[in-house]
């Protein structure tokens, strides 16, 4: 089992930035990809960006490439979301997910978090 533990979140004006974090515990942190999802009121929970276990391959949904940056700090057992010039329709509750393998579906994630409140005003 892994848990994670997002932090971060909050209410921020657009054009803002947040950095979120995962904490990770329980099995090798460095054994897993990791990703950030988000969930919008009324709809489904989308992809935002993913990271390899070492930390070498990037992914990210085209309505935040350029903006948001994922990282992590295998030693510290947590992957960071760098989060700027926000928009209002980056509203949403941000996931963290553990898995074997990267990927940009849900499914490729074993674990999951419960999730943090972002935010944007216009």
């Known amino acids: 089992q892994?848990?994670?533990v997002e932090s971060g979140?909050?209410?921020v004006q657009a054009g803002g930035s947040l950095r979120l974090s995962c904490a990770?515990?329980?099995?090798?942190?460095?054994?897993?990809?990791?990703?950030w999802?988000?969930?919008?009121?009324g709809k489904e929970r989308e992809f935002v960006t993913g990271i390899s276990r070492s930390g070498s391959r990037r992914?990210?949904?085209e309505s935040v490439k350029g903006r948001f940056a994922i990282y992590r700090?295998?030693?510290?057992?947590?992957?960071y979301l760098q989060?700027?010039?926000l928009k209002p329709e980056d509203t949403a509750v941000y996931y963290c997910a553990a898995g074997a393998t990267l990927g940009?579906?849900?499914?490729?994630?074993?674990?999951w978090g419960q999730g943090t409140q972002v935010t944007v005003s216009s």
């Open 2 to 4: 892994v848990q994670l």
């Open 9 to 11: 979140g909050g209410l």
């Open 24 to 35: 990770a515990s329980g099995r090798t942190f460095s054994n897993y990809a990791m990703g």
């Open 37 to 41: 999802f988000r969930q919008a009121p």
């Open 59 to 61: 992914y990210y949904a």
């Open 73 to 79: 700090d295998n030693a510290k057992n947590t992957v």
């Open 83 to 85: 989060m700027n010039s």
């Open 104 to 111: 940009s579906l849900e499914r490729a994630y074993d674990y």
